[in-house]
């Protein structure tokens, strides 16, 4: 009876609004459904949760055959806060709530939020760094203890 | 499919949901609540009746929606309605589950 998911664990390495989007939708979606879940932010995906740059994420316009941008075109100034802005329009036209808000949400809905320890050290931040939500600092090691019952599954993005 | 619920016959889907909210009353509410292991309060009445509201009033339902309407904050929704609030309480209001992915 009803899915054998019972937990979900989020690795997001990438802060490019769709991949942060993806997995936050993701996230979101498994609490609705009452199954558990959590996200590690490591390397460029720590982004997503540091104060100053949260709100300022982009949409990748080069490498990415589906914005239907000629490579060349996609790497003029501009192009890629242009289709940063399109994008971010229509997520709110569709009540996608930006970032900072959807961390809120993510956080009160029982979403726990982990940083790498490794990118931390490397980007050389400090926890005040980081936004309030961020629970804690953990090693690889600690977050795949947070597989601690069946049903779990690990999802890198 | 039909199940008996609170002695009432009632047309519900795979998932339990009702199929005709003409056919919900208070009654089926509580057992649909309990089988859920809730027992309704005041607090959980006010947000049935809201979502009821919403859903005659064709607003489609989701978690950001219910944050900006302020009737609940989300982090009390999820305390009230263990398991998923939005499909629960929905469930218990014997309206659809929200399509929604927020």
């Known amino acids: 009876m009803g899915t054998t998911v019972k937990k979900m664990l989020f690795i997001l390495s990438k802060a490019t609004l769709e991949n942060v989007y993806a997995a936050f939708i993701m996230a979101n979606g498994a609490r609705m459904e009452g199954i558990e879940a959590e996200i590690f932010f490591t390397f460029f995906g720590l982004e997503a949760v540091e104060k100053k740059k949260l709100e300022h994420l982009h949409t990748a316009t080069v490498g990415n055959p589906a914005m239907h941008i000629p490579t060349l075109l996609g790497g003029l100034p501009g192009m890629e806060a242009l289709a940063s802005n399109m994008m971010k329009r229509r997520m709110e036209q569709m009540d996608i709530p930006p970032v900072g808000e959807f961390l809120e949400i993510l956080s009160d809905s029982g979403v726990r939020l982990w940083a790498c320890k490794l990118a931390v050290d490397m980007f050389k931040l400090k926890e005040e760094d980081l936004v309030d939500e961020i629970e804690g600092i953990l090693t690889i090691g600690d977050f795949y203890n947070r597989a601690d019952m069946e049903g779990t599954h690990i999802v890198f993005i | ?102």
């Not at chain 2, 039909?2 to 208070?26: C, H, M, R, T």
């Open chain 2, 1 to 102: 499919m039909e199940k008996v619920i609170a002695n009432i016959p009632v047309k519900v889907n795979e998932q339990g949901y009702l199929l005709d909210f003409s056919q919900w009353n208070e009654d089926i509410a509580r057992e649909l609540a309990r089988e859920k292991g809730i027992v309704l309060t005041d607090e959980h009445w006010r947000i049935i009746r809201y979502l009821q509201e919403k859903h005659k009033a064709d607003e489609p339902l989701s978690i950001r929606g219910i944050k900006k309407s302020g009737i609940i904050p989300i982090k009390e929704f999820y305390r009230l309605f263990p398991g998923g609030p939005l499909k629960v309480a929905s469930l218990i209001a014997g309206i659809p589950k929200p399509k929604s992915c927020l």
